[in-house]
């Protein structure tokens, strides 16, 4: 589709590609806490294709 509406296959493939390599939500927050974050919780957003992650690091 990329190519055709843009002309740009690649940009498009990169976009994809980049959507399904990205962790879930529950992952995305359990990383957060591994990283130290505390009280770490999300938001779905648009029927879950955003979510908005926040968390506090004192």
Do not use: C
């Amino acid at each position: 589709m990329g190519k055709l509406i843009a002309n740009d296959a690649d940009s498009y493939r990169y976009l994809a590609e980049s959507i399904r390599m990205h962790p879930d939500q529950a992952t995305l927050k359990g990383m957060m806490e591994a990283a130290g974050f505390e009280r770490v919780a999300y938001t779905n957003m648009t029927g879950g294709i955003v979510a908005l992650h926040k968390g506090f690091k004192l």
